[in-house]
């Protein structure tokens, strides 16, 4: 496509539920990055993937989090057992290769209310 | 660990007038980007504006322009001729390329721009 999209635009769970977040990458984008962004703050980092190799997962806040890359493409961030604090919108975004290649392009996000 | 600052919540300006806002940010790598990130009620990140650390011009886009201060670890941002369609959130972001580390973006809380008619 033309840009990075991601699915739903908007997901309401019930605390305890599991959600799945979907994030199609610009084609042939080799890294793909997941941000978490409280309302009223900045953007904070969760993971990074090359190609369908998870290089960082250091900002992944607990193991409920877990995402995946399995064909260098498509990407889905899933949380287990949602919690209130889990509220934020979800960005992607991703960058055409390895090197020092700065441009992030991002998604319009999905934004996550745990009620 | 890299921090960025922005100390101004919220701004406001009038249409056509010029507005700055600021960003501090820590850090003790020497090679790195700075950026300008807007953010509309759309969500979507717009890249604005970028700056490599090892040069020493300020980067310009339009009417978008930077004054960065190495040794000061600043990193303002200055819009001219404001028009309404700037009206966003600002978001400063740091970039650091050493070390592997090369794909990070930390950004600060952001800045609620409003231009006014």
């Known amino acids: 496509g033309a840009g990075v999209s991601q699915s739903p635009r908007y997901k309401v769970a019930k605390r305890g539920q599991d959600v799945a977040l979907r994030c199609d990458p610009i084609s042939g984008h080799v890294s793909l990055f997941w941000y978490q962004q409280a309302l009223g703050q900045g953007p904070e980092f969760l993971t990074y993937?090359?190609?369908?190799?998870?290089?960082?997962k250091s900002g992944l806040p607990s193991d409920r989090f877990f995402a995946e890359r399995p064909e260098g493409s498509v990407s889905t961030l899933k949380i287990q057992r949602t919690q209130q604090e889990d509220s934020a919108v979800y960005l992607c975004?991703?960058?055409?290769?390895?090197?020092?290649?700065?441009?992030?392009?991002f998604g319009s996000g999905t934004q996550l209310s745990v009620l | 660990a890299q921090t960025v600052t922005q100390s101004q919540p919220e701004m406001s300006v009038q249409e056509a007038e010029t507005v700055t806002l600021s960003c501090t940010y820590d850090?003790?790598?020497?090679?790195?980007?700075l950026f300008w990130y807007k953010q509309p009620p759309s969500r979507q990140m717009i890249l604005v504006i970028r700056q490599e650390a090892y040069k020493q011009q300020n980067a310009t886009e339009n009417r978008f322009s930077v004054n960065f201060q190495k040794a000061a670890k600043s990193f303002s941002l200055k819009i001219s001729d404001s028009q309404l369609g700037d009206t966003a959130m600002y978001f400063c972001?740091?970039?650091?390329?050493?070390?592997?580390?090369?794909?990070?973006?930390?950004f600060g809380k952001g800045t609620l721009l409003t231009v006014n008619p």
């Open positions: 993937f090359q190609n369908e190799a998870q290089l960082d």
């Open positions: 850090t003790s790598e020497n090679n790195y980007y």
């Open positions: 975004a991703s960058r055409g290769d390895t090197g020092r290649e700065e441009k992030l392009f």
């Open positions: 972001a740091f970039m650091s390329y050493s070390g592997g580390s090369n794909y990070k973006l930390t």
